[in-house]
């Protein structure tokens, strides 16, 4: 009977052990991150340990690779000035966007969220508050979500809110797990640079030349909205990138999603 005993309190050990460790893992932060573009290679996040897990939750950072495609991705977690421009230049271009907004954003620009449903944008959700999703429960998740969907709703008439993108690029399987049952895709990027520091703003050739020379198949690209380096280059960087035999498609034509190597 003692020796029974031993073996049942063994496996016990064993299972709580093995529970422990998928909890764990659920909870690992992950701070999105790749191996940049260079002449036109495809960037990488096949070293950066959780390329299998944004496969498994459908999360996106490419398009089809195979395609010289590009979609154009803003965050506006507040506004600095620079979005009425930045809308200017994408009416005149012609090219689609998706703007990823906080709850600062949108009590404060319900104007410029109207311009960009009403001028074809998609609308993304970029939590009400910006926290570091990871640190906080699922409802709490949730209610972040929810609530962003939920006024822009009320403000707008704009309901078809299904992309998503994490604060600080920071998930884990939970946040993955929570914001895809609500119906969200994750969008990350494969093309970005320190644009968000409004004290460090280097001139238009700068955001310009950050951009352009990491430009491969498939980019998905990440500037923010407080830029003014940003506002400035993207006529041009829209410009070039067309000449270079690229073509702006909005993220809801992505279909098929490739992870570079």
Do not use: C
């Not at 506006?76 to 907004?101: M, Q, S």
Request: glycine share 8%.
């Amino acid at each position: 009977m003692r020796r029974w005993s031993i073996v049942i309190f063994s496996a016990f050990v064993v299972f709580l052990a093995s529970a422990a460790a998928v909890f764990a893992e659920e909870l690992r932060p992950y701070h999105f991150g790749f191996k940049r573009s260079v002449d036109g290679r495809l960037p990488s996040i096949a070293q950066e340990g959780f390329r299998d897990l944004l496969q498994q939750y459908g999360a996106i950072f490419l398009g089809d690779t195979r395609k010289k495609e590009l979609y154009l991705t803003f965050d506006n977690g507040y506004e600095n000035g620079y979005t009425a421009r930045i809308l200017d230049v994408l009416k005149e271009k012609k090219v689609p966007a998706a703007f990823f907004v906080t709850g600062h954003y949108v009590n404060g620009q319900e104007d410029l969220l109207r311009r960009m449903i009403n001028e074809g944008h998609i609308v993304g959700n970029h939590s009400w508050s910006h926290p570091d999703m990871t640190r906080i429960s699922p409802g709490q998740i949730k209610e972040e979500l929810e609530k962003v969907k939920r006024e822009v709703a009320n403000r707008t008439g704009y309901r078809e809110m299904r992309f998503m993108r994490p604060p600080r690029g920071i998930f884990n399987e939970r946040t993955l797990a929570v914001s895809r049952e609500l119906g969200y895709t994750n969008v990350f990027w494969s093309i970005a640079y320190k644009d968000w520091d409004t004290a460090r703003q280097m001139g238009w050739k700068y955001a310009y030349d950050n951009v352009m020379r990491q430009l491969h198949p498939g980019a998905v690209i990440l500037l923010h909205s407080v830029s003014r380096d940003n506002a400035e280059a993207l006529g041009k960087i829209i410009d070039d990138a067309r000449s270079r035999g690229y073509e702006f498609k909005s993220l809801e034509q992505l279909e098929r999603k490739e992870y570079g190597e």
